[in-house]
């Protein structure tokens, strides 16, 4: 990565399925993903417990010794029901409120295969950059061609004009975990000369106009 300037990351957020999936393939990215991490001295944050490929990754850099927190709604500590989290757990009321604490102690966030919950998590923190409420790398580790229809999708919504070519380039994407950390950590934040006047401070009484012909 000669001649970039390489962003600093401590903590990556990793979105990912509460189930390990049909490939064993999955199984074993997200533990490499984890070991990477850990060699890189990277902490993990993530949604808490240990099922799926939520354990896998918080196993992986658990045992490199690196911090792991997990973030977990109250509802799903009752019975045990997601197991134990491997390292500090933070538990809270709601899942807005465990997201926007994954936002806010995360320096970068990257999606594994998942379902419903996986992809709301990715498309949120997409919308919130777009919407410059942060400005943090967001990928996809794109496990044997896992989120190939996704990415389709997003370029077909973007030539269609509801997704800006600017907003386009939040979403990262890779194969290799090495991959997507080094895209990660070159990532340089563009945000919308319209949106970039927003204020997001609770105390802000004033609201920014937009220009309605903004996609958002």
Not at 39 to 44: E, Q
Not at 106 to 124: C, K, R, V, W
């Amino acid at each position: 990565m000669e001649g970039v300037s390489v962003r600093k990351i401590k903590k990556i957020c990793v979105f990912c399925g509460a189930n390990s999936g049909k490939d064993v393939a999955f199984v074993n990215a997200a533990f490499h993903l984890g070991e990477v991490l850990g060699k890189r001295k990277i902490d993990l944050v993530y949604g808490g417990g240990k099922l799926g490929l939520m354990g896998c990754v918080s196993t992986a850099v658990a045992q490199h010794e690196r911090q792991v927190l997990g973030i977990i709604p109250s509802a799903f500590t009752i019975n045990n029901l997601v197991g134990e989290t491997c390292g500090k757990e933070i538990k809270v009321a709601t899942m807005q409120e465990r997201l926007v604490m994954m936002m806010e102690l995360s320096d970068a966030f990257i999606a594994l295969p998942g379902g419903f919950g996986t992809l709301e998590e990715l498309f949120q923190m997409i919308s919130w950059a777009q919407l410059n409420i942060h400005n943090k790398p967001i990928g996809v580790l794109n496990i044997n061609g896992f989120f190939n229809g996704l990415l389709s999708f997003v370029d077909h919504a973007v030539k269609q004009e509801f997704i800006t070519p600017r907003a386009r380039k939040i979403l990262i994407s890779a194969t290799t975990a090495d991959e997507l950390v080094d895209k990660l950590q070159a990532f340089r934040f563009e945000p919308d000369p319209a949106l970039f006047k927003l204020k997001w401070s609770p105390s802000s009484s004033q609201k920014e106009k937009l220009d309605l012909t903004l996609r958002l």
